[in-house]
Structure formats: structure tokens, C-alpha cells
């Protein structure tokens, strides 16, 4: 397929946040979620293929994805891709690669420009919807995800992109022209997405697939088992868009078997990950044991767990503090990667806190995705369920440690977790340490006159780096918590949640245990998916070999 010749720089058109919807009662939104979410479940059990080369495919491995808040109910079952059909994608989207090359920059951007418009209007419903039955989330949770956040990621991506294409070279001698190329990477790349976030799904293959200037990048999609419908439904949209077919490859499928037969190819490019640290540091490894293998260096993007802080200092607002912790801590059931599982409180100010904190958290309700009023919701699975639960059983037998909201785990009909507030005494308690992924806070009491002490206590108590918060009204503990904290968190907040990064204001990611830091969400996110290319011309010749230095 021939590229047509581009006949002008095209400037793309504003890019904003799109706005979130509130879902107050009686409002036209909700009465059409709420529709949404009724018509999805009486369709369920819904069917869901491999798609690979724009191809269906049923492959007779059929597995069940089903509702958290109601877990004797299938949402879908998702044909699970083997390694023929792994390959099978490889070979194609290197093919669909040669094809893509042909559209110009501004043909790739409509192409997400467009699908942002489908998803902001024609399927903001469906896909929220998809995102709450399965994956657990009440409507606030859904809305800034599954619709406001995806639809930043693909515009706000074009607009990144429109800038780094435009930045070349600042100087040219006499009689020469330089210039810069930004060139996809040689080979695909392998998208692997969480369950918690739509939108990270959509990101993970579009900000390579928009990256490149002629050709342009191709990925394998394989979505988290408790995310595959929603994702399909992402997936599909980008079809409607008009993304054409095997550029991005959707291959739902058993772990082990997939990403194996795609890190055996040498034409394997990039990890484009978002998961668990363990998981990720071990596709880290079986890179690298592979590393004569492939035709490049790979590149790895990951963005992964976290066990992320608030402190207070002695001058902090508490029902401030209060009211942005209970979010950062329980919103989503505390799970997403920057959730607020750890909290600092000086003695000075723990008695309000304590009781203000209780008797809101005592207000929360928790229960089913269909009721708009509850704050809580499930939690992924039986494994998530299981292991939060283990944490609160350990805080409840410990000797150091108490419940002092919450506690109760039931998951009779779903997998319900009362939002839990365990204060500690040691420093090294396991729920200060390590990741939960659950609504679990631990609070720790210092000596009000040790800020700075605890500072330091904050920055070397784990292996992550994520997100972080201090809430201060004194200037100068605002300005020594940022400096004690400069590695503690790649997205710090000064009085504000830990949680809640907009793309095109806060671009997220963590360093340490937390990831690569590449920063979705911004521009240099799209770098790590560009490989430049120098080029210097030359229109004079030169008169001879010799240097006037070399006379004599």
C-alpha cells in the first residue's frame, strides 16, 4: 500500500479534559446508566472472542468472567487465545504494520480523536457499565475510569504526539540541514493490562500504536481476566474508529502460555505493562534471559504497585485530612495503585482524628454496583478477598495492633469488604509494609516534635514509590516534607488526596518498586515508544580531506 503525500501541517483541534457527569438523583445520566447497567445484565452471559487480523476467534477455551458484587453470575465467557493463535497475532500485526505505515500522522490522530467522540457519547454507558458489573466499581469510580479518563488518554496522546514530532534539531551549519525522525519500534509490542482501570487498558496499546511517523507501532492486547469485556468493548470502539485491522491484536488468554510464545519472538519490541511488582519484575528477568533473542533492545514500561502515605503535620486541617484520606483509602475498595493504605498522625492532633475519622467511616455503605448510594463495592475475586482478608485476621490476633473501624468480610453473595482502620504501634507491622490492595488503612502515632524524623521513616519504610501526601498548613513543613520525600513518591500532593492523577495535569507513575516513572499521561510516556533517527544533509561539497590544522 502506497502513502499518499501530506499537503499541510494540520493542527489539531483543542484538546481538553472531557468533562465528568455527576449522577445526581433523577438526573438524565443516571436514569441512562442505570438503563445501561439493566439491558448489559440481561444479556449476560455474553460471549467474547480472540480478534486477531480483524478475525474472530472462538477457540473452544472458553473461561468465565463473572460479576464481583454477585459472583454466582457469568458477565461473559472470553475464548482464551493458544499459542498458535499467539503466534498467529505476531505474524499478522508485523504484517499490519507495512499497511499502517501509509496513513499520515493526522489520519492515526482521527483515528483516536474519534474514538474518544464514540466513547464520550455513543458508548459512555455500555463501557461504564461493562466497567461496574465486571470489575466492581460504583458509577463515581466508572465515570472519572471507563469514560473521562480513556477519553483524555487518546486526545491528550495526540496532542503529545503533534509536539514531539515538531521537535528537531535547533542548529544547521553553512550549507547543511539537520533534522530528526522519530521511527516506531522495530518489532510489536505486548500490552499487558490490570483489571482495576479501563482506561489503562486503552492507553497500553494506543499510546504506542499513535507512535511512530511512517511506519507506526503494532501491539498485542492481553487483557487481565477480571477486565476482558470491558476491554473488548475499548477494543472495539477503536475498530469503529477505524483502526485497522491486526494493528492492535486482542489475545485474552492464560498467562504463562501467551506471554511466553511472545517473548520467545525475536521480533518482540516492548513491555507495555501495568500489574502487580512481583509480576512485573519476573517478565523483567525472562526479558532479559531472552536478550540475545531479539532484534533490539526492548523496551520495558511498567507501572505497578504501591503502599502509598499521607502525613499529617501538627498544623494539618483534620476534617480535611479526614475526608481526603477516607477517599484516598476506600474509594474503589482501595484498589488502584495509588491508594492511601498508610497514614501518619502526630499525637498532637490524633484524638480528633481518631473520632472523626471513625464515625464517617462508621457512615459508609457498602454493597452491590446497582445501588448508586453505596461508596463501597466489592472487591476483584475469591484471591483478592482472601488475602485482604488474612491481613485484617493478622491485625485482629497482633498484639501491637488494633481495629478500630471496620473488620468484617463477607462473601456469601460477593466479595464484601467493610472498610478497615487498624492503628499499629510498630513501624515494621506488616500492613504498614507491605501492598494490601484492599480497603485497608494503618495508622502509625508519632511524637508530635518528630515530623522530621518520621519523614525519613516514611522514605526508607518500603520498596515503593508511588504517591504520597502531606497536609500542613506551615510553609515550611510543606517545603521539608517535599525534599525529605524527593524519591518517596512520583506523584506527591501537597494537602490534597494521594490519589486521583488527570491526564494533562498530573501525569502518574512511581519510581523504586513502583515502576519505570514513564509517565502516562504525558509526553514522556510516548518517547519510550520512538526510536530517532539523526539525519544530516549536506548541499556543498567540501575541498579536500585535510584540516587547516593539519598545515604546517
Not at 499459542?83 to 498467529?88: G, H, I, P
Not at 483524555?152 to 530528526?180: I, S, V
Request: hydrophobic letters at 40%; charged letters at 20%; a neutral charge.
Amino acid at each position: 500500500m502506497s502513502s499518499v503525500p501530506q499537503l499541510a501541517h494540520f493542527k489539531l483541534p483543542t484538546i481538553g479534559n472531557e468533562p465528568m457527569y455527576k449522577y445526581t438523583p433523577g438526573s438524565s445520566e443516571r436514569k441512562k446508566l442505570l438503563a445501561a447497567l439493566e439491558e448489559l445484565r440481561a444479556q449476560a452471559p455474553l460471549t467474547v472472542p480472540c480478534v486477531v487480523n480483524g478475525e474472530k476467534i472462538t477457540s473452544g477455551q472458553a473461561k468465565a468472567q463473572v460479576m464481583p458484587h454477585e459472583h454466582q453470575t457469568v458477565l461473559c465467557h472470553y475464548h482464551q487465545a493458544d499459542e498458535a493463535t499467539v503466534q498467529k497475532a505476531i505474524d499478522g500485526a508485523l504484517t499490519a504494520k507495512k499497511a499502517w505505515e501509509a496513513l499520515p500522522f493526522n489520519d492515526r490522530a482521527a483515528i483516536f480523536l474519534k474514538a474518544a467522540d464514540l466513547l464520550a457519547h455513543k458508548y459512555r454507558y455500555k463501557v461504564m457499565a461493562a466497567t461496574m458489573l465486571g470489575q466492581g466499581k460504583n458509577i463515581w469510580q466508572a465515570e472519572i475510569d471507563a469514560a473521562a479518563e480513556l477519553c483524555d488518554f487518546w486526545r491528550f496522546n495526540c496532542k503529545y504526539a503533534e509536539e514531539l514530532y515538531h521537535q528537531q534539531p535547533p542548529m544547521n551549519a553553512t550549507g547543511t540541514w539537520n533534522r530528526t525522525e522519530y521511527r516506531p519500534l522495530e518489532g510489536f509490542v505486548y500490552a499487558v493490562s490490570p483489571f482495576n482501570f479501563t482506561a489503562i487498558g486503552g492507553n497500553l496499546v494506543s499510546a504506542p500504536a499513535l507512535m511512530g511517523k511512517w511506519p507506526c507501532n503494532v501491539a498485542l492486547w492481553k487483557p487481565s481476566d477480571m477486565a476482558v469485556y470491558s476491554n473488548y468493548l475499548v477494543y472495539e470502539i477503536l475498530q469503529e474508529a477505524g483502526l485497522p485491522a491486526g494493528v492492535v491484536q486482542f489475545i485474552p488468554g492464560p498467562a504463562p502460555e501467551v506471554t511466553k510464545t511472545v517473548l520467545d519472538s525475536p521480533h518482540f519490541a516492548s513491555l507495555h505493562f501495568t500489574g502487580s511488582t512481583f509480576v512485573f519484575r519476573h517478565l523483567w528477568k525472562e526479558i532479559g534471559n531472552r536478550i540475545d533473542t531479539y532484534k533490539s533492545y526492548p523496551r520495558i514500561v511498567g507501572e505497578t504497585g504501591g503502599k502509598n502515605f499521607h502525613v499529617l503535620h501538627k498544623s494539618a486541617d483534620v476534617t480535611n485530612t479526614v475526608h481526603q484520606t477516607i477517599r484516598a483509602a476506600f474509594e474503589y475498595q482501595g484498589q488502584k495503585c495509588s491508594a492511601c493504605s498508610r497514614a501518619y498522625i502526630p499525637q498532637n492532633l490524633w484524638a480528633r482524628f481518631k473520632s472523626e475519622l471513625v464515625a464517617e467511616v462508621n457512615q459508609i455503605t457498602v454493597g452491590s454496583v446497582e445501588e448508586p448510594s453505596n461508596f463501597i463495592t466489592p472487591v476483584i475475586n475469591k484471591v483478592a478477598f482472601d488475602r485482604i482478608k488474612s491481613y485484617i485476621d493478622a491485625a485482629r490476633e497482633a498484639s501491637d495492633a488494633e481495629i478500630i473501624a471496620g473488620g468484617e468480610c463477607n462473601d456469601e453473595v460477593g466479595y464484601f469488604i467493610q472498610p478497615t482502620v487498624i492503628v499499629t504501634t510498630n513501624l515494621n507491622f506488616k500492613t504498614l509494609k507491605e501492598e494490601i490492595f484492599g480497603p485497608v488503612l494503618t495508622i502509625y502515632v508519632y511524637p508530635t516534635d518528630q515530623f522530621e524524623q518520621i519523614l525519613d521513616t516514611i522514605d526508607a519504610g518500603t520498596q515503593y514509590g508511588l504517591t504520597g501526601a502531606i497536609f500542613a498548613a506551615d510553609r515550611q513543613a510543606v517545603v521539608t516534607a517535599s525534599n525529605r520525600l524527593r524519591n518517596a513518591a512520583g506523584n506527591f500532593y501537597i494537602n490534597d488526596k494521594c490519589t486521583g492523577a488527570v491526564v494533562g495535569q498530573q501525569p502518574f507513575g512511581g519510581a523504586r518498586g513502583s515502576g519505570t516513572n514513564d509517565k502516562a499521561g504525558s509526553a514522556s510516556l510516548l518517547y519510550r515508544f520512538v526510536s530517532a533517527r539523526s539525519i544530516k544533509e549536506s548541499f556543498l561539497p567540501v575541498d579536500g580531506w585535510s584540516y587547516p590544522s593539519n598545515l604546517v
